[in-house]
């Protein structure tokens, strides 16, 4: 099961950031987050990770609590390209831990 | 490298037949994913090759799935006497060893069985 909770759905508007939360209250010390999102018909897209601090790449920012129990993913100036479902997922880094483990994710609606 | 290439997209077929899909991972990276995913549901896990050896098959894959990475490089999933309940998008990804990097999905392929 994933050990993530995200709500099912969000809305943004077009040139708006888009915050999408994501609550991982079981997360252990050395569990990273990642964040992926799937376009329709597509395969999921990885966007970004990070263990602790925030991240910040050319797709979005990452920002985790000092806690580690929550994250909220950044798009900056969404657009309707960026219209997808955004999965939150946590997972140790290296050795046998390669499983990706996806929940339902939340369908992003970027409107006009 | 154009990323990691599924073939075909999509593929209709009756019940009871076999059916084969490909996957040609980013030709560096060694480690390749099978994930199926239906309709409202996130992705999950399959199988898992390290290079040419399969380390890892969840309990989704019955006797009648098998997938195959011969030489390490492109891989294939075969389902035998598919069912209704097959039907759903096959997803395949690659990596290179873990240092913590996100994974590269293909695009899919969408099997149907009528």
């Known amino acids: 099961d994933a050990k993530t909770t995200q709500p099912p759905s969000m809305d943004c508007a077009e040139g708006r950031a888009a915050n999408l939360p994501c609550n991982h209250s079981?997360?252990?010390?050395?569990?990273?987050v990642y964040w992926y999102r799937q376009i329709h018909s597509q395969g999921p897209q990885y966007i970004i990770h990070?263990?602790?601090n925030n991240e910040t790449n050319e797709m979005a920012s990452l920002i985790i609590t000092e806690d580690r129990k929550s994250s909220t993913l950044i798009l900056p100036h969404a657009t309707l390209r960026d219209t997808a479902v955004y999965y939150c997922i946590v997972r140790v880094v290296g050795g046998s831990n390669y499983k990706l483990t996806f929940g339902k994710g939340t369908l992003l609606t970027v409107n006009p | 490298d154009t990323g990691v290439s599924q073939d075909p997209r999509h593929k209709i077929t009756k019940r009871g037949q076999n059916v084969t899909f490909r996957c040609d991972p980013i030709?560096?990276?060694?480690?390749l994913y099978w994930y199926r995913q239906t309709l409202g549901q996130g992705p999950e896990f399959l199988t898992y090759f390290q290079n040419e050896a399969q380390l890892e098959k969840s309990r989704l894959l019955s006797d009648r799935f098998s997938a195959e990475r011969p030489k390490g490089s492109f891989s294939t999933l075969e389902i035998q006497r598919t069912e209704q309940g097959d039907s759903a998008m096959y997803l395949c990804a690659s990596s290179s060893t873990d240092q913590g990097g996100g994974y590269t999905f293909g695009s899919g392929t969408r099997l149907t069985v009528v």
């Open positions: 079981t997360i252990s010390g050395n569990e990273y």
């Open positions: 030709s560096e990276h060694n480690r």
């Open positions: 990070g263990l602790k």
